[in-house]
């Protein structure tokens, strides 16, 4: 063998390698590398999917789109997200039907920073193929209630702010696991009450995906992970209400390395998205 040829070889092999580098991996619970292919054969499945996020993962965010454009090939599909609240759905319904142009609902509904880049992309594919999009967040000017007085401020809601929560009184479990974490990540500033925020999101975005559901349809849900990880969060609630559904979660996490599922992440959701620590955030 020529020195010539030995050089083109290992370079062939270095370039053929830098072409095909990953940004993330698919892995299931137990941490076992899983393909895209088998997870879309899985979701088709399903009657609702909860896609937990990073909000500002560019990996995350198209990975929601793919997915949910290759389940509409074969499933009736309805949208919903935590990134919308559930007083600006006629806002939204307006703009889904044409009714409004995207400036009109800039201005009428309360849309993250990020919403240009990460969400209308979601909500045009809606807005294309005729689906609904339900806002199943709770409007946040209601949980810095809970926030700040806990669930017995709610009661002072008129009945039309009350139709865009969760019915009351919400069960709520302070001792799950990710409620009872919220508080060892928060240290000092960890309360009661902020617990209860977070668990009246859970229920209110629980409740506008049940009340939304249909049957022989797939619900996909775009939420933070932290609101579907471990099985808690958003699903807890779902099951409490129906557990006869067939459900399915999806979680992201980055990590430094691609090739095995950390310790720390392992049991998160169904299926784990690892998104490579140095690909470029959207914000």
């Not at 409007?139 to 009661?155: E, M, Y």
């Not at 979680?251 to 299926?271: C, P, Y």
Request: proline share 2%; with cysteine.
């Amino acid at each position: 063998m020529s020195k010539f040829f030995l050089i083109f070889v290992l370079c062939g092999s270095f370039f053929a390698t830098a072409q095909h580098k990953k940004a993330y991996t698919l892995f299931t619970a137990n941490g076992t590398e899983i393909s895209y292919a088998v997870v879309i054969d899985s979701l088709q499945k399903k009657e609702i999917i909860l896609f937990g996020e990073q909000h500002n993962s560019a990996i995350s965010h198209w990975l929601q789109y793919e997915i949910t454009n290759d389940l509409s090939k074969t499933n009736r599909l309805i949208l919903g997200a935590e990134m919308l609240e559930a007083d600006n759905q006629k806002a939204l319904n307006q703009y889904l039907s044409g009714k409004i142009d995207q400036k009109a609902f800039d201005t009428l509904a309360r849309l993250w920073k990020n919403y240009k880049t990460d969400y209308k992309p979601l909500i045009d594919f809606a807005k294309r193929d005729s689906l609904k999009f339900i806002a199943t967040n709770i409007p946040r000017s209601f949980a810095n209630l809970v926030f700040k007085n806990g669930f017995k401020a709610l009661d002072s809601l008129s009945a039309k702010e009350k139709s865009w929560i969760a019915p009351l009184p919400i069960v709520f479990d302070a001792d799950l696991a990710t409620y009872k974490n919220i508080l060892t990540m928060m240290g000092d500033h960890g309360t009661p009450e902020l617990v209860m925020a977070q668990a009246i999101k859970d229920a209110t975005m629980a409740h506008f995906i049940l009340t939304n559901y249909e049957h022989s349809h797939t619900f996909i849900h775009y939420n933070g992970a932290y609101h579907s990880d471990n099985y808690e969060g958003i699903l807890w609630y779902l099951k409490a209400k129906n557990n006869s559904l067939k459900y399915a979660t999806l979680s992201t996490v980055i990590q430094n390395q691609l090739n095995t599922l950390e310790i720390e992440h392992l049991g998160k959701a169904d299926f784990i998205i690892v998104v490579d620590a140095n690909v470029t955030t959207t914000y």
